[in-house]
């Protein structure tokens, strides 16, 4: 499979009703919709490049505890954990066996291409209009015929293997004497921001990269209490990076296969549009990513780890793979991501 010519952001064909940068139809095939978006970018050629990333043989687990937040944002049911015991059983036998419950959202996670859709056309990526009913799969009745965009699928392509590259903000705004309150500045970080500290990294970005951004976010949530985590989330201010039609047009231009970071929402909340705070609904980044890209959007990514052995190597580059819950109509999911050197 050859490597798709993308065209930039601002050639992408129009579509009525929607704005300048939708990726849709870019990638169908043979009269079918694309349900992949972007992951189509990972084809053997760039799966077998970041495999040259590995030359240590150590690997680094991107994964926070899931239940890391006591109470997540945006009412998301946290972490439960049932231990069952064998000799409470008839089987009357020394072993356990265990239950959990939790949001798919409550920590390290991947937003699939049907959690945030175009809130002006409420359609997902490639015009896909997903619904409770059509996401609700039990086993057996899954939606093989792909005409959801969900995250079970990324099973039958083998999951997620790429070349991961590591942004280092919060090590760039330490060692320049920035600082910010992830929570209460809703401190942003600029695409100015991103190309200068890759620069200093000696990074070049290639087609198909995962680019991960860490801000420092889950590091300061882990240093608090239950409670300040509860009262710093209810703000729903936090850091990212800027959310606007620049930046989303310079993430297409780049041509990543997806985005990650250890932010709530990878991008700056609240978003700020014509100089105005607005909510949820007016982010900029998710519906430009999720829907009309077809770009995953990983969030909440544990990278203290990485970020002290990239520096101690010198090198942000590294094989990254992960693989999701295997779920029909998978809408969220755990990382369960690996950084490989």
């Not at 072993?95 to 419950?101: I, M």
């Not at 700020?272 to 609904?281: D, Q, S």
Request: net charge negative.
């Amino acid at each position: 499979m050859v490597s798709p010519k993308l065209p930039d952001f601002d050639d992408l064909p129009p579509v009525k009703d929607l704005p300048q940068g939708c990726a849709w139809g870019i990638f169908d095939k043979d009269g079918k919709r694309d349900v992949f978006g972007t992951l189509n970018l990972l084809t053997p050629k760039v799966v077998k490049e970041a495999a040259t990333e590995v030359k240590e043989g150590v690997s680094i687990s991107l994964n926070w505890p899931i239940g890391a937040i006591k109470t997540p944002g945006f009412d998301r049911k946290g972490l439960v954990h049932k231990v069952l015991n064998f000799e409470d059983e008839p089987y009357n036998i020394f072993g356990f066996d265990e239950e959990v419950e939790f949001n798919t959202q409550c920590s390290t996670q991947w937003d699939s291409l049907c959690h945030f859709g175009h809130q002006g056309s409420k359609l997902n990526y490639n015009g896909i209009k997903a619904s409770v009913q059509s996401l609700k799969q039990e086993f057996g009745s899954e939606d093989k015929e792909k005409s959801l965009p969900t995250l079970n699928h990324w099973h039958d392509r083998g999951g997620l293997v790429a070349r991961g590259v590591l942004v280092d903000y919060k090590a760039y705004a330490d060692a320049n004497g920035i600082t910010y309150d992830p929570f209460a500045d809703s401190h942003t970080i600029t695409v100015a921001d991103l190309e200068k500290i890759a620069k200093q990294q000696n990074v070049t970005f290639r087609q198909g990269d995962i680019l991960i951004v860490r801000s420092g976010f889950t590091e300061a949530l882990e240093k608090m209490s239950a409670e300040q985590q509860t009262e710093a989330l209810a703000k729903h201010r936090y850091c990212g990076v800027e959310g606007s039609q620049a930046t989303a047009r310079w993430v297409w231009n780049q041509h990543f296969a997806a985005v990650a970071g250890d932010a709530m929402a990878f991008e700056r909340t609240p978003a700020i549009v014509n100089g105005e705070e607005r909510g949820i609904a007016g982010l900029v980044l998710h519906p430009y990513f999720l829907s009309l890209f077809g770009l995953p959007i990983g969030e909440l990514w544990d990278l203290k780890a990485l970020s002290e052995y990239c520096a101690k190597k010198k090198r942000y580059t590294f094989m990254l793979t992960s693989v999701p819950l295997n779920i029909g109509g998978l809408v969220g999911s755990p990382s369960n991501a690996l950084a490989i050197f």
